[in-house]
C-alpha cells in the first residue's frame, strides 16, 4: 500500500519512497540509502543496471542480483502508484 509524500513522491507500507527529481531521475529510498535512476522523458529506463549502485555514502556497497530484482519491482510499483490519483496525502 502507498502514501503520497507530494505531487511527484510515494512511500511504500514495505518502507521505500520514490520519488521524482526532475524530468531524467527519479530517486529510490530504502533503509537510509538512495540510488538516482535516470530515466528517460517517458520515465522509462534503459536496462537493469541503471540499479547498480546506492549514491554516496553507500556507493560502495554491493548489489546483489536479488536485492536489484527486488529493487526493480519496487521501483515499478512506486511508479505505478506515481500515477493513481486516488492516493491520499
Avoid: C
Amino acid at each position: 500500500m502507498f502514501t503520497r509524500l507530494n505531487k511527484q513522491g510515494v512511500r511504500s507500507t514495505d518502507g521505500f519512497e520514490v520519488q521524482v527529481v526532475d524530468r531524467f531521475t527519479i530517486a529510490y529510498r530504502s533503509g537510509g540509502k538512495t540510488m538516482s535512476v535516470y530515466v528517460d522523458g517517458d520515465r522509462h529506463f534503459s536496462s537493469d543496471s541503471v540499479f547498480a549502485k546506492w549514491d554516496p555514502p553507500f556507493a560502495h556497497l554491493q548489489i546483489s542480483d536479488q536485492e536489484r530484482t527486488q529493487i526493480r519491482h519496487n521501483f515499478n510499483a512506486g511508479l505505478k502508484a506515481l500515477e493513481d490519483d486516488t492516493l491520499a496525502t
